[in-house]
């Protein structure tokens, strides 16, 4: 079965200061993979999504994340933070029709 | 972006009762999905929900426990059967969007309580 790891389960940061979140999956096949965000109170959204191409996606919020195939590994990137992106994100792989298979979620919390 | 509507968004509930989640899409849907976000852990995705047939179970999860209905291409509902604690939880419904390679979206939840 596919698996999904987030390795972080809080983190805190500083404003301006920069995010990477790690998630790595468990799939030998093709993917598609995406980012959610729940913001405190409001339902997931999707932040970004990689179906094919280039492998540097880019997403709302100056949110990017990078495929890299060879490492199972779709982290999620942000220069400078804000405390607007206080949020849970979740990564998320989809390897079959429809069935999406979700991280643990990794809490962000930035310190205005 | 599709319009997602349940109810309740919260329960208490008391052990051995059920309770039916409602779920309104404000557009035509193809895949509706189930899904369960226990504390402090990831989505798990309960079932699909087929429009004029049985729902399909993920693994762990049996339709005596979380009977599904999906009479049209618009609603759903799941029941929580004979819940305990541990059935304490967020139950999210989602939809897919177009082919396989599309997104999800969501429904704000309903969180659930049960004492």
């Known amino acids: 079965a596919q698996s999904v790891s987030q390795h972080n389960h809080h983190v805190i940061l500083s404003e301006a200061a920069s995010l990477e979140l790690g998630c790595n999956y468990s799939?030998?096949?093709?993917?598609?993979l995406f980012w959610y965000v729940q913001y405190p109170g409001q339902h997931l959204q999707l932040l970004l999504k990689?179906?094919?191409?280039?492998?540097l996606v880019k997403g709302i919020k100056g949110f990017e994340a990078e495929f890299i195939k060879s490492k199972f590994s779709f982290n999620l990137r942000k220069p400078s933070v804000q405390w607007s992106d206080t949020a849970e994100y979740f990564c998320?792989?989809?390897?079959?029709?429809?069935?999406?298979?979700f991280g643990s979620g990794t809490k962000l919390n930035v310190k205005p | 972006s599709a319009v997602i509507s349940q109810k309740p968004s919260r329960d208490i509930c008391q052990r051995g009762t059920s309770l039916t989640i409602q779920c309104q899409v404000d557009?035509?849907?193809?895949?509706m999905f189930w899904y369960r976000q226990q504390p402090g852990q990831s989505l798990t995705l309960i079932a699909t929900?087929?429009?004029?047939?049985?729902?399909?179970?993920e693994s762990g999860f049996v339709i005596d426990k979380f009977p599904i209905s999906r009479p049209n291409l618009t609603f759903s509902t799941l029941t929580v059967s004979n819940m305990s604690p541990e059935d304490s939880s967020i139950y999210l419904c989602?939809?897919?969007?177009?082919?396989?390679?599309?997104?999800?979206?969501f429904g704000e939840g309903s969180r659930l309580t049960v004492l």
């Open positions: 799939y030998g096949g093709t993917v598609n």
């Open positions: 989602s939809m897919a969007s177009g082919t396989n390679t599309g997104e999800l979206f």
């Open positions: 929900a087929n429009q004029g047939s049985e729902a399909t179970y």
């Open positions: 998320a792989v989809n390897a079959e029709f429809n069935k999406f298979y």
């Open positions: 990689y179906f094919s191409g280039d492998p």
């Open positions: 557009s035509q849907v193809t895949m």
